[in-house]
């Protein structure tokens, strides 16, 4: 096979993303040639495939910071034909072209054999957002997060990293609030594990405050701009909060009490040039202590069905994880 159907966003100069035939010479001169099973879309996604210059720079490309599949031809020792295997950020979708395709090639320093405890299809149901959801809830339990001391509140609940959260902070037992912009999902988040759901509304109560009542033992925040900071006026004295995200914004107009009179941390989260190990033994976590039941937030489409999901990812539409099948 010389040829291979990959989503192709254009500028013209609106930008535009249909699914196109390319041939398997155009992909970069990497070192491993991996046929795609599955992707999964990520808010990245969304922004590189309507034209945002931070994530992609030149047009016309193909996004997907996500993919799963096997190997077919390789350069180096590590990787032979037939090897499954996990790829998530670095470059992948950002300025190289990217695993919303049939095929990718990409440098072997950027790949993950496949765990034994999770298929391709799991691995990217989770894919970067899982990831994600996955090191902010460690680096919580590394500052001494325990279900003990209270609510863990969850912002962007319903999105890809907060719905993965949910679950795994339930599965270790925390008591887990759900903050989200989207009340008809209540049920969802409920079922997720959920114990309490709020209104972004209502987080952004008392932005005037300098402190509001400690309430929060830990927080994970997929969200950032100012519900971030009024998360911070609220978590317990020497409490933690994960940040990840900017869906919010990425501003926030903030003071230094919450650090200097309650000792409160905040934590950055980066599963993007994470180093590649650090990487590997989070997806070992994910494929054994960690493992999640997740087909209550997947939806599963094809290649040619993203465009759709894109548009309902940009009007904050998105609700679970959405795989991609590249047949
Ligand atoms: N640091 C990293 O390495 C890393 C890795 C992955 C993702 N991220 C970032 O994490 C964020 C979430 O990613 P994702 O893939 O989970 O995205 P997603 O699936 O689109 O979810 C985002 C969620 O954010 C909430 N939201 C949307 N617009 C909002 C607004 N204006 N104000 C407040 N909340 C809003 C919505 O949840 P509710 O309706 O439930 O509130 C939405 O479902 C993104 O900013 C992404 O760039 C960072």
């Known amino acids: 096979m010389s040829t291979y159907q990959a989503l192709w966003v254009t500028e013209t100069p609106q930008f535009a993303q249909k699914v196109i035939e390319r041939s398997l010479d155009d992909l970069p001169e990497n070192e491993v040639l991996i046929r795609v099973h599955y992707s999964s879309l990520n808010y990245k996604d969304a922004l590189s495939a309507t034209g945002n210059r931070g994530v992609t720079r030149q047009f016309p490309h193909t996004p997907g910071i996500d993919a799963a599949g096997v190997v077919e031809q390789s350069n180096v020792a590590e990787f032979v034909a037939g090897d499954e295997v996990i790829v998530t950020g670095y470059d992948l979708g950002m300025n190289t072209y990217g695993g919303l395709a049939q095929y990718i090639r990409v440098p072997a320093s950027w790949l993950i054999k496949r765990p034994s405890g999770l298929s391709l299809r799991e691995s990217m149901i989770l894919g970067t957002a899982g990831l994600t959801a996955a090191l902010c809830v460690d680096k919580l339990l590394c500052a001494g997060v325990v279900p003990e001391d209270g609510p863990v509140l969850v912002t962007g609940a319903t ?32 079922q997720l594990g959920a114990s309490d759901v709020i209104s972004r509304a209502a987080l952004l109560e008392g932005m005037d405050k300098a402190l509001l009542k400690p309430k929060w033992a830990g927080v994970v925040d997929t969200v ?52 590649l190990v650090n990487k590997a033994s989070m997806w070992d976590k994910l494929s054994l202590q960690w493992k999640l039941d997740l087909e209550a937030l997947v939806h599963e489409i094809s290649l040619t069905e993203v465009p759709e999901a894109i548009i309902a990812m940009l009007a904050s539409q998105q609700v679970g994880r959405t795989l991609v099948r590249i047949d």
């Open 159 to 190: 999105g890809g990293v907060g719905s993965v959260a949910v679950v795994l902070l339930t599965k270790l037992g925390f008591q887990v609030t759900a903050a989200t912009g989207k009340a008809e999902q209540e049920g969802f988040l409920r």
């Open 224 to 275: 950032g701009g100012d519900l971030l900071f009024n998360t911070l006026k609220a978590l317990q004295p020497g409490a933690s909060a994960a940040c990840c995200g900017l869906t919010a914004g990425v501003d926030f107009k903030g003071s230094v009490l919450p650090f200097i009179l309650r000792g409160v941390n905040l934590l950055g989260v980066d599963s993007v040039e994470l180093p």
